[in-house]
């Protein structure tokens, strides 16, 4: 039993809207940090070829910390690819969601065949039709009996973009 994890870009696929956004904002900081520090030695006559090379490897160390993780959805499936790896679950699939510990709020789902993912809850929150996938194939996996925890955070999450949604109504309408 697997799911059916198709390859971006075909028709079913839905991808985070401001993937691409975050992407240049994180190559612009990386650009400007090397531009801005080659300035600096080259102004001081401090620029060594040894120098460059360190500088060049802080700047693709920043942009290695800011690349942004691509998150696409599918029916029955949900997939994250970061710098260098690309996960994936089966929502229909699911056994459980809960919020990762640390600084960052971050959203871990597993699926009923050992496969797990991690992403930023506000992608989703971002994203209504990644969140609408996310739901329909959890909804079915509640179904089945397989969701056996976090269906409190689901709702949780469900209920911040509901009230988010609202918001932004009565903002636009002038309420």
Do not use: K, Y
Request: glycine share 10%; aromatic share 2%; proline share 4%.
């Amino acid at each position: 039993m697997a799911c059916d994890v198709r390859t971006p870009g075909t028709a079913a696929t839905v991808v985070d809207r401001n993937w691409a956004r975050e992407l240049r904002s994180a190559l612009l900081c990386a650009a400007l940090l090397l531009v801005l520090v080659l300035t600096i030695d080259a102004a001081n006559s401090t620029l060594t070829p040894a120098r460059t090379a360190l500088w060049t490897g802080l700047s693709l160390l920043l942009h290695a910390v800011l690349h942004p993780a691509r998150v696409t959805a599918g029916p029955g499936w949900l997939a994250v690819r970061g710098l260098g790896r690309r996960r994936h679950v089966c929502t229909d699939l699911l056994v459980s969601a809960r919020r990762g510990e640390g600084i960052t709020p971050r959203l871990v789902l597993r699926d009923a065949l050992g496969s797990r993912v991690e992403l930023d809850p506000a992608v989703l929150t971002a994203n209504p039709l990644l969140w609408h996938g996310l739901e329909t194939g959890a909804a079915r996996a509640r179904a089945s009996g397989l969701l056996v925890s976090g269906e409190d955070v689901l709702r949780g999450l469900g209920e911040r973009m509901d009230r988010d949604a609202a918001q932004r109504i009565f903002e636009a309408s002038g309420l």
